[in-house]
């Protein structure tokens, strides 16, 4: 059965979107400029983020969500989740002040079910007539569909895809415009992306290359705090200067909310990142920056030389990865806030550095790396 929850609903007031309205969330302003190159939408479809939205999000309760349903709260909108219910519908944020958290969670509701019962999702989605579906944890394109069956009139649908679905290629930063992979992964996604063009729905699709911050979690920053923690040496796979590429989730949330009711995003696609790039070895530098602790001894290895079993010595891809973030800025005009010392600090200091975190310490198979290190030192 689904269960519609909310403590408070309150007649929300009307906004205008517009670069400097989007405050952080510590309160100062993002200001942006949009110039220079411009992308050229094809039959965009007339769309005003100006009033309240009834808003879904299909997920929301892990990480991106949870920070993008406080800004669409903030900015007015009536934010549904759909979740199986098995955490918590909110939690409060560290440094979030009380009287904040009691207000935000206040004006959430929720949507228990299972996204795969297709059957249970159009039938409820039908009955609520949501204007605005953000899909946040969508994989397959089979379990957007019903969603699309039950809302005839939608005013658009935001995908959240990934910069994984790009084919690998010596010619780096990827672009929208770059080939892509079906057999990566994220085949998925690409799926979603091609399903969702082909029904001529109003869609955008955003494509975050590796996300980190508070609450993440997927083994990013995290990976390397736990071994600065223990002053344990950080090992790499060969030689360190692979180029990657960070973003940091505030800044997602906000590219998110840009895309709302903007002309200019509809079917489109979007790469949304950090502004500069870092080798593994400045990654691992700027994480020990970030939260304090000495510049790390870093250790490098041949992968090929070791059998980690199912186990991940490295939680990036072991090659370039990064893409252009040139169109978000220059159509949307959309910035990156974070630099990516202070997103680390800001992750450290919210997250990790108050001894909360997403998985336990496991150095198995640095040991193994550290232990052969040893004996070739010898």
Known sequence: ?????????????????????????????????????????????????????????????RFIGVFLSRLLVKEGHQVTLFTRGKAPITQQLPGESDQDYAEFSSKILHLKGDRKDSEFVKTSLAAKGFDV??????????????ILDALPKLEQFIYCSSAGVYLKSDLLPHSEKDAVDPKSRHKGKLETESFLESRGVNWTSIRPVYIYGPLNYNPVEEWFFHRLKAGRPIPIPNSGVQITQLGHVKDLAKAFIQVLGNEKASQQVFNISGEKYVTFDGLAKACAKAAG?????????????????????????DQHFFASIDKAKHVLGWEPEFDLVEGLADSYNLDFGRGTYRKEADFSTDDLILGKSLVLQA
């Open 1 to 61: 059965m689904a269960r519609l929850v909310a403590v408070q609903q309150q007649t929300q007031p009307s906004f205008s979107l517009l670069p400097s309205s989007l405050s952080d969330f510590s309160g100062t302003r993002l200001h942006s400029q949009c110039k220079r190159r411009v992308w050229k939408t094809k039959g965009a479809l007339q769309v005003s983020a100006s009033s309240s939205k009834n808003i879904l999000i299909m997920g929301g309760t």
């Open 133 to 146: 579906v953000y899909d946040i944890n969508g994989r397959e394109a089979v379990e957007v569909e019903p």
């Open 293 to 317: 602790f000495p510049e790390p001894e870093i250790v490098h290895y041949n992968p090929k030389e070791f059998d980690f079993g199912k186990k991940k010595a490295f939680p990036f891809r």
